[in-house]
């Protein structure tokens, strides 16, 4: 499958942006759908992840209540709604894919077998 990631740009604090994760090849139904970041020179980082059906979440402490991932499986497409941004979101987010991945490790980038190319988020405070 592959995952082409969309809809970064530039936003001032408060603001809001949303991000979009369309699959292609196979459906996307079959996957879990997840966000990751990257800020410079930092580690790549857990951001959220939603089911196969989209009835069960997981946030990062730091983006809880901000931020809300969801998907349209007729679409092949998930996304993750920004708001209240700050300038600590600043990242490449990354949009990622797993048929096998448990719910336990769904924080964990190894249990992803498909990733998108990333786009740029920036915050100006």
């Known amino acids: 499958v592959q995952l082409q990631a969309s809809g970064g740009g530039l936003a001032q604090a408060g603001g809001s942006l949303r991000l979009s994760c369309a699959a292609s090849?196979?459906?996307?139904?079959?996957?879990?759908m997840a966000w990751f970041r990257q800020a410079p020179g930092k580690e790549r980082e857990f951001v959220s992840a939603i089911a196969l059906n989209g009835g069960s979440t997981s946030y990062a402490d730091s983006v809880k209540g901000r931020f809300t991932i969801s998907r349209v499986n007729a679409k092949n497409t998930a996304y993750l709604q920004m708001s209240s941004l700050r300038p600590e979101d600043t990242a490449v987010y990354y949009c990622?894919?797993?048929?096998?991945?448990?719910?336990?490790?769904?924080?964990?980038?190894?249990?992803?077998?498909?990733w998108g190319q990333g786009t740029q988020v920036t915050v100006s405070s």
């Open positions: 090849g196979r459906t996307s139904s079959r996957f879990v």
């Open positions: 990622a894919a797993s048929e096998t991945v448990i719910r336990s490790s769904w924080e964990s980038q190894t249990a992803y077998a498909y």
